[in-house]
């Protein structure tokens, strides 16, 4: 079964500072696509970063970089220098068609 | 470019009856895909439309259906709603261009059902 794993429930980082989400699928098959998507309180699902499996290059989004590692079936997110506006759920898809979630990170961010 | 709209935003309903949702995806997108959120079993795929034709079909009971029009938007009904209906129902859009194509979702419609 393609399944999609988030491991920590609740991150917390300080604004400015650096933290990073993991996130683990499983999957046979060799071409896909990875995406990380933020949903804060407004519940409205937003797209943040897009990997396709067959890039080895790691996606980037102004502050937010994945390190893709398709050997091990690891795709997490860095967001660097946060902001209070970065505090939400973030979930992680895998999608060889429709999109698979995981059960989603919930991130907060100090002052 | 307008993003994803789901009507109505919110929505009660009471055991027995049933539901239309609607959803208008973004200008020039032709697949639409329905997800159910609920605090229990997270973010599940219901279905995929893609020139009015059912593409795909996630795990979800016959109660639940949907079509898509000729001008691509979409909706999705749920006859006969159970107490364990009431989900955030998101729809998303995407062109797609071969393959899986990046999904942009709309504000949801939240489902009470008493």
């Known amino acids: 079964a393609q399944t999609v794993t988030q491991s920590q429930p609740e991150m917390s980082v300080q604004e400015a500072e650096t933290v990073t989400l993991s996130c683990t699928y499983d999957?046979?098959?060799?071409?896909?696509?990875l995406f990380w998507y933020k949903q804060p309180p407004s519940r409205q699902m937003i797209l943040v970063i897009r990997?396709?499996?067959?890039?080895?290059q790691n996606a980037t989004e102004n502050r937010f970089s994945v390190n893709f590692q398709k050997a091990a079936k690891s795709f997490s997110l860095k967001i660097s220098d946060s902001q209070l506006g970065d505090a939400a759920m973030y979930f992680c898809?895998?999608?060889?068609?429709?999109?698979?979630f995981g059960t989603g990170t919930r991130l907060q961010v100090f002052p | 470019k307008a993003g994803v709209t789901q009507t109505p935003r919110y929505l009660i309903k009471t055991r027995g009856q049933q539901v239309t949702l609607s959803c208008s995806p973004i200008?020039?997108?032709?697949?639409v895909s329905w997800y159910q959120q609920t605090p229990g079993q997270g973010l599940q795929f219901l279905f995929e439309?893609?020139?009015?034709?059912?593409?795909n079909k996630g795990n979800f009971p016959g109660r639940f259906s949907g079509r898509q029009f000729s001008n691509s938007r979409s909706e999705m009904n749920v006859s006969t709603l159970e107490l364990g209906d009431s989900a955030l129902y998101l729809c998303?859009?995407?062109?797609?261009?071969?393959?899986?194509?990046?999904?942009?979702f709309g504000p949801g419609t939240r489902l009470t059902v008493l």
């Open positions: 439309y893609f020139s009015e034709t059912q593409r």
């Open positions: 990997q396709e499996a067959y890039k080895q």
């Open positions: 998303a859009s995407s062109r797609p261009q071969g393959g899986t194509d990046t999904q942009y």
């Open positions: 999957t046979s098959e060799s071409d896909y696509y």
């Open positions: 200008s020039g997108h032709r697949s």
């Open positions: 898809a895998y999608s060889p068609d429709k999109l698979i």
